[in-house]
Structure formats: structure tokens, C-alpha cells
T-cell receptor, first 115, second 110 residues
């Protein structure tokens, strides 16, 4: 069964460093998302991406964050200068259609630890 | 905010018993989805119910939706140890994001 994959599973970085989290969405899906979950808290929406542009973003998704689909399969989240509070589990998700119509399928997550 | 809020926060049941958890939300939605998360792992999609549906079944799962009360319930019948996990409801509307609740932690005792 097709699934969303994410790499790495765990990333440790120093405060101020740039990190890139990678995702391979399900191949026939057109909508892509990033969410994060700080330990013990709710899953929070960061950004959605469709047709090579951001379709929606949350207040969390400030200028330190960017997303890109560099080729036909990968979808990346870049954090330019990490902060301690960026430590969280980051989930990529994809869906065939927009949220109103279809399920979002999540990857296993990347645990980001900022020291 | 459309965020779902689950109730109870935690639930402990004996294997074979049923587990019921509830989700309430604040504004109109197009759909409501339930996810399971095993400790420290990813989110597994369980079931989606659309705003014009009242009940949906999938295996041992039964989901209801009452849009007049802005609430949903998830019933897991004949629970197993493998059902031990956190369960989240998430609402979808005319925008792209899902809004998640805080989750219900279910422990199934052998």
C-alpha cells in the first residue's frame, strides 16, 4: 500500500543551524502538508502546498520556514535558523484532493531536536 | 477555532471491552477524521466522516457525527492490546488544514 515516507527519522542540530526535512508524498497525490507536534501537545498545522505554491500557512510558519518541491517526488521543509522551541516531531502529509474532500495521509515523522 | 477537543483525556479498559471517546468542535466543518498514534510514532488515518453523514463503520470502528451538537464519537469494539494508542479527531473545512484536538490516550489491559 502506498505511504508517505520521511527522512531522517531523527535530526539533532545546534541552535541557529539550518535543517531540511524531507518527505516523499504518495505518488498520485496533489496536495502536500507539514504539521508539527511539540512533545505532549496537539498536532499543529504549518503549511499546505499545491501546484508548486503555498496554498495556506499558519502563524507558526514565519520567514524562518520555507517549503519546496525540488523534483517530482520530494517535498521539503527548511528551517533557516533553528531555535530551541523548534524541537518537535514534524509530520508530512499528502492528499489526493483538498481537505474538504479527502483524507490526509501522514508520514512517520521526523523528530527534530535543537540543542 | 475549529479545533476538536476529545473527551476523556485518558481511558483504561480491559481487553475485549468497548472504548468510546468523544470529540467536540466549535465551527461548521466539511468532514471530521479520526487518527491513531502509537507512542512516539506517526499518525495513522482511521476513518473520515463527511458533514452530511451521521454514522460510519470500518471493521471494529464506529464513528458518529452530530453536526447540530458539533460532536463526534469513536467507538472501538472488542478492544485488543494493540489498540493501545492515542486517538485524535481532526476537522476539515473549506481551507486546507486539519485542526487537531488534544487526543484521548487509550490503554487496553490484557
Amino acid at each position: 500500500e502506498p505511504e508517505v515516507t520521511q527522512t531522517p527519522s531523527h535530526q539533532v542540530t545546534q541552535m541557529g543551524q539550518e535543517v531540511i526535512l524531507r518527505c516523499v508524498p504518495i505518488s498520485n497525490h496533489l496536495y502536500f502538508y507539514w504539521y508539527r507536534q511539540i512533545l505532549g501537545q496537539k498536532v499543529e498545522f504549518l503549511v499546505s502546498f499545491y501546484n508548486n505554491e503555498i496554498s495556506e500557512k499558519s502563524e507558526i510558519f514565519d520567514d524562518q520556514f520555507s517549503v519546496e518541491r525540488p523534483d517530482g517526488s520530494n517535498f521539503t521543509l527548511k528551517i533557516r535558523s533553528t531555535k530551541l522551541e523548534d524541537s518537535a516531531m514534524y509530520f508530512c502529509a499528502s492528499s489526493e484532493y483538498g481537505t474538504s474532500y479527502n483524507e490526509q495521509f501522514f508520514g512517520p515523522g521526523t523528530r527534530l531536536t535543537v540543542l | 477555532s475549529q479545533q476538536g477537543e476529545e473527551d476523556p483525556q485518558a481511558l483504561s479498559i480491559q481487553e475485549g471491552e468497548n472504548a468510546t471517546m468523544n470529540c467536540s468542535y466549535k465551527t461548521s466543518i466539511n468532514n471530521l477524521q479520526w487518527y491513531r498514534q502509537n507512542s512516539g510514532r506517526g499518525l495513522v488515518h482511521l476513518i473520515l466522516i463527511r458533514s452530511n453523514e451521521r454514522e460510519k463503520h470500518s471493521g471494529r470502528l464506529r464513528v458518529t457525527l452530530d453536526t447540530s451538537k458539533k460532536s463526534s464519537s469513536l467507538l472501538i469494539t472488542a478492544s485488543r492490546a494493540a489498540d493501545t494508542a492515542s486517538y485524535f479527531c481532526a476537522t476539515g473545512s473549506n481551507d486546507y488544514k486539519l485542526s487537531f484536538g488534544a487526543g484521548t490516550t487509550v490503554t487496553v489491559r490484557a
